[in-house]
C-alpha cells in the first residue's frame, strides 16, 4: 500500500503562485508515476502533470505547461508541483496519484481557489 497526503491549497488572487506538497508513505515507489490531477466543481478529473519517481522525467498538460513545476525529494520522499501564474480556471480539488502499470492510489485531495 501506498499513502499520499497533500497539503499547500488555500485562496490565493489571480498571478499568485502556491505549493503543493504530496506526502508519501508505505511502500516504496522507485518504479511508480506520481502526479497531480485536479477536479473542478462539475467537471471530470483531469491530468496536471506527472514525474517518474526515479528518473524524474516530467509531462504537463497543455494548460499548466509554462506556469507549473512538479518536482520529487526523494529524500523527504514528497512530491511538489508549485503553481505559479495562478488562474481562476485553476480553481479545483487537486489530488496527487500514484501508479503503475498494475495498481494505483490516491491522496484526499487539496482544494486551491484562485480569486479574479
Known amino acids: 500500500q501506498v499513502q499520499l497526503v497533500e497539503s499547500g491549497g488555500g485562496l490565493v488572487q489571480a498571478g499568485g503562485s502556491l505549493r503543493l506538497s504530496c506526502a508519501v508513505s508505505?511502500?516504496?515507489?522507485?518504479?511508480?508515476?506520481m502526479g497531480w490531477f485536479r477536479q473542478a466543481p462539475g467537471k471530470e478529473r483531469e491530468f496536471v502533470a506527472t514525474?517518474?519517481?526515479?528518473?524524474?522525467?516530467?509531462s504537463y498538460s497543455d494548460s499548466v505547461k509554462g506556469r507549473f513545476t512538479i518536482s520529487r525529494d526523494k529524500a523527504k520522499n514528497t512530491v511538489y508541483l508549485q503553481m505559479n501564474s495562478l488562474k481562476p480556471e485553476d480553481t479545483a480539488n487537486y489530488y496527487c496519484?500514484?501508479?503503475?502499470?498494475?495498481?494505483?492510489?490516491w491522496g484526499q485531495g487539496t482544494q486551491v481557489t484562485v480569486s479574479s
Open positions: 496519484n500514484a501508479r503503475t502499470a498494475l495498481t494505483e492510489y
Open positions: 508505505g511502500r516504496t515507489v522507485g518504479n511508480y508515476i
Open positions: 514525474i517518474t519517481w526515479s528518473g524524474g522525467i516530467t
